[in-house]
């Protein structure tokens, strides 16, 4: 069946430090994927996403790279801040039987220690 | 645009009561979604409506579960003799429809339900 797959957490890394958060897909057909982003006491919030192969998203600083030879979608940061603390949900969507249910990792808890 | 609202914020309830949830998508947004959350876990799919048609259930969703969009408008989720497992964040989502299914979801705060 579809999934996702996401590193364990929580990450913990000093303001400045650099962030990788893995997250691997299974799917049939070619799906769109996201990363989501939860903070404290708040809803999903959409971070980046990419559509096709090879498409890289983008926001805040955050960056992460569609790769269907290894199916993989890893979330990465140069430089993380205290304020990135939150939980990271990655996300694919795939257009089957009309509908357009996400299907969603885990999540990854990341605190950034000032 | 104000974003994807729902009512109420928090629930307590003892088990065996009925409990009953509302949505208010973003205004114009066609697909409606409702997904659970449990403590440590993503979200997970409860059902989809587009406009008042609901197209889909998970089998997440026992007997016990309804949801309701009458008017292609608000939604509501409804859980009837509610359980302790029920306890978990019930999440709304919206997205217009453009086209192949990469919409991006936009989701509510969330209802964190707390049976006892």
């Known amino acids: 069946g579809n999934s996702v797959t996401q590193m364990e957490g929580p990450v913990t890394l000093s303001e400045e430090a650099f962030l990788t958060i893995n997250c691997t897909y299974t799917?049939?057909?070619?799906?769109?994927l996201f990363w989501y982003v939860q903070y404290p006491g708040e809803g999903l919030q959409l971070l980046l996403k990419?559509?096709?192969?090879?498409d890289k998203g983008s926001n805040k600083g955050f960056e992460a790279t569609y790769r269907k030879e290894t199916t993989s979608f890893h979330l990465e940061k140069g430089s993380v801040q205290v304020s990135d603390s939150a939980v990271y949900f990655c996300?694919?969507?795939?257009?089957?039987?009309?509908?357009?249910?996400?299907?969603f990792g885990t999540g990854t808890r990341l605190k950034v220690l000032a | 645009d104000t974003g994807v609202s729902q009512d109420p914020r928090h629930k307590i309830t003892k088990r065996g009561q009925n409990v009953t949830f509302r949505c208010d998508p973003i205004s114009e947004h066609n697909r409606l979604y409702w997904y659970r959350q449990t403590l440590g876990q993503g979200p997970e799919f409860l059902t989809y409506?587009?406009?008042?048609?609901?197209?889909?259930k998970s089998r997440l969703l026992s007997d016990r579960f309804s949801a309701e969009r009458p008017k292609g408008s608000f939604s509501t989720l409804e859980i009837q003799r509610t359980e302790q497992g029920d306890s978990a964040m019930y999440l709304c989502a919206s997205s217009p429809e453009l086209g192949r299914g990469t919409d991006t979801q936009y989701f509510g705060p969330g209802t964190r339900l707390t049976v006892l």
């Open positions: 799917a049939t057909g070619y799906p769109s």
């Open positions: 996300a694919l969507v795939l257009a089957t039987s009309g509908t357009y249910k996400y299907i």
């Open positions: 990419a559509t096709k192969a090879d």
């Open positions: 409506f587009q406009n008042e048609a609901q197209l889909e």
